[in-house]
């Protein structure tokens, strides 16, 4: 059964960091590229970063760069977002997806979201 559980998120202050976790489980997480997505409420779905699956082709979404790094451990089946310098724009539901091949828009696999709300 294939399983994406992602986990890292709660409540931060602006300026602060937090870390979120995407543990795989099911496939051959070392062949798929991975994505976080966000969706705050009453918007849209939006990209935040994706890895290539050998860990090393990176891409981010212009919100984000410089303040948030995607990263993957191969041996350990997870994918992480570490998102220094938050903004309460980055408020949102954080996901992560598995991808047939990075750059593809639609992941094949999704996790349930954890969320991560930016307040003082």
């Known amino acids: 059964q294939v399983q994406l559980v992602e986990s890292g998120g709660g409540l931060v202050q602006p300026g602060g960091s937090r870390r979120l976790s995407c543990v795989a489980s099911?496939?051959?997480?070392?062949?798929?590229?991975m994505s976080w997505y966000r969706q705050a409420p009453g918007k849209e779905r939006e990209l935040v970063a994706s890895?290539?699956?050998?860990?090393?082709?990176?891409n981010y979404a212009p919100s984000v760069k410089g303040r948030f790094t995607i990263s993957r451990d191969n041996a350990g089946n997870t994918a992480y977002l570490q998102m220094n310098s938050l903004k309460p724009e980055d408020t949102a539901d954080y996901f992560c997806?598995?991808?047939?091949?990075?750059?593809?828009?639609?992941?094949?696999?999704w996790g349930q979201g954890t969320q991560v709300t930016v307040s003082s």
């Open positions: 997806g598995a991808d047939r091949s990075f750059g593809d828009p639609d992941p094949i696999y």
């Open positions: 099911g496939f051959t997480f070392s062949n798929y590229a």
């Open positions: 890895i290539h699956s050998n860990g090393i082709v990176r």
